[in-house]
């Protein structure tokens, strides 16, 4: 039962992606830069789709482009989140589990992460997440002390902070992507946006 | 800007945005909020009878974006203006939706289509409301019924060929996509998610078809970047399958080769003098570069 830490820049940009296309069921990759170990560390994620989820050939072409980018970059793909269209369901689908397999064939502590529209509100205490891991050859709810956001205040301020600037508009996902090539799915300029809002004194999230 | 500074040139300005998001369909909310609400509240006597079609308009973008305030007095004036109307009682139905009263709302739509039983607008506002509650099946079932009636109805077909594609069930959305490709062969977004279903079914003879919807895809747009990237991925796996002809292999690779050269030349256009997509453009480089090697 290893733990697992969920960094504000991955929780902001999975909360931005899901913001960006309520009607929408959206979802991505988690990653890492810590080495391997009991304890998974997901500092960073990428938005992959909003549409035709479950259809293979563009989840295909986007996990070999993040595995690249991953190689070239010292990140590894630790998990996958996914936020449903129908806010009242926030129970993993056929389509979530494979991807979510296929994820745990390359590394053994890969969490799933549903996101729970209905506690997506300003004001709300507890982070709008749901996390799974791989146990008895079963998906199963992870213990909730396991999960670790730090600062979870300061995340919270800095997404709405992200929203009343108007920086929410510059997320963009593979989708996205695939629409317009010049828009980078890394979404460098808004990590540099969001890292520019953590604060340095608390240190690397 | 109060209204007695506004130009009226700026006000046409304003109602051409709205109109042009109309026809298009855009579903860009917040922005005719935005407009909409301006427009309503400072010039309404200068939109003569286009008010009211703006009003529903923006009655419609108010809801999606949680303005019942806003949605509630747009209501009022629609009704006020046309107390009987099936369409303003559909737009009620449609706030009734809004805010989950599922069953309020199935209930004025019933009394509209005792009324008018050819009303499509309240048998689409019911079927999405099955969709709301993730009632995918009666949705689809619904639908189904619907098309035998109204087997003409484009919209339809695709909300159809959507759900079946929530569902997995690849072969029938298929057959949806299969009836717009046939009433819209220009298309290039519908041969596009046919190619994509084909290949999700996959198999040696889904895959051909899907490369050859592909390229049909990119024949009627060229810049259809998933038709390029699925004509490249389709062909690198007929390729690569031991169970095809020497020559086969070959046409594929050739057809490969070339995807792979577009693609290669978009982002190489795409990267000019923009620092940010290095990551997306190396990404790419070696994606072509690692699948060349398990093709040959």
């Known amino acids: 039962m290893g733990e697992v830490e969920l960094s504000c820049l991955a929780y902001a940009k999975m909360y931005l992606h899901a913001s960006q296309f309520p009607r929408c069921s959206v979802n991505g990759l988690l990653l890492s830069s810590s080495p391997a170990g009991a304890a998974v560390c997901i500092t960073d994620c990428v938005p992959l789709l909003h549409s035709h989820l479950s259809l293979a050939p563009i989840t295909q072409l986007a996990l070999t482009q993040v595995d690249a980018w991953c190689s070239q970059t010292q990140q590894r793909i630790v998990g996958y989140y996914q936020a449903n269209a129908c806010v009242s369901d926030s129970s993993p689908t056929p389509c979530a589990l494979k991807i979510a397999e296929k994820i745990f064939e390359q590394c053994n502590n890969a969490v799933l992460l549903m996101i729970d529209g209905e506690k997506m509100f300003p004001g709300c205490r507890v982070p709008p997440i749901v996390m799974y891991e791989r146990k008895d050859a079963r998906w199963t709810l992870k213990d909730k002390h396991t999960i670790m956001l730090r600062q979870w205040e300061e995340t919270c301020s800095i997404v709405n902070q992200l929203f009343s600037s108007g920086d929410q508009t510059l997320l963009v996902d593979f989708d996205s992507h695939l629409d317009d090539i010049t828009k980078d799915w890394t979404n460098q300029k808004l990590n540099a946006k969001i890292m520019e809002l953590i604060s340095p004194a608390n240190g690397n999230v | 800007i109060t209204s007695t500074n506004v130009s009226l040139s700026c006000i046409s300005e304003m109602r051409d945005k709205l109109r042009k998001w109309r026809e298009e369909n855009y579903r860009n909310s917040e922005q005719i909020v935005d407009v909409g609400e301006e427009l309503l509240n400072e010039h309404a006597s200068k939109l003569g009878d286009d008010i009211w079609i703006i009003y ?47 069953e309020d709302a199935n209930k004025l739509y019933d009394s509209i289509l005792q009324d008018d039983p050819t009303n499509t607008a309240a048998r689409k506002r019911k079927i999405s409301i099955l969709r709301a509650q993730g009632k995918s099946s009666e949705a689809i079932r619904e639908l189904n019924e619907y098309l035998e009636q109204f087997v003409g109805d484009q919209e339809a077909w695709h909300e159809l060929s959507e759900l079946y594609i929530n569902e997995h069930d690849y072969a029938k959305a298929a057959f949806c996509l299969e009836e717009l490709m046939m009433t819209n062969p220009h298309n290039h977004l519908y041969c596009e998610q046919y190619a994509e279903v084909k290949y999700t079914q996959g198999g040696l003879e889904n895959l051909e078809l899907a490369r050859k919807y592909f390229a049909q895809a990119l024949k009627l747009n060229n810049r259809n970047m998933r038709a390029l990237f699925g004509l490249y991925m389709s062909a690198s796996h007929i390729a690569a399958s031991p169970k095809v002809s020497a020559k086969v292999k070959k046409d594929n690779m050739k057809y490969g080769a070339w995807a792979a050269s577009q693609i290669s030349r978009a982002y190489q256009m795409a990267g000019r003098g923009k620092k940010e997509n290095k990551c997306s453009v190396k990404a790419v480089e070696e994606m072509l570069e690692s699948m060349q090697i398990t093709m040959s």
């Open chain 2, 56 to 102: 529903e308009q923006v009655m419609i973008a108010a809801l999606d974006c949680s303005r019942d305030d806003l949605a509630w007095s747009c209501l009022q004036e629609l009704k006020r203006q046309f107390p009987d109307s099936h369409r303003v009682k559909r737009l009620a139905g449609m706030r009734l939706e809004a805010l989950e009263r599922y």
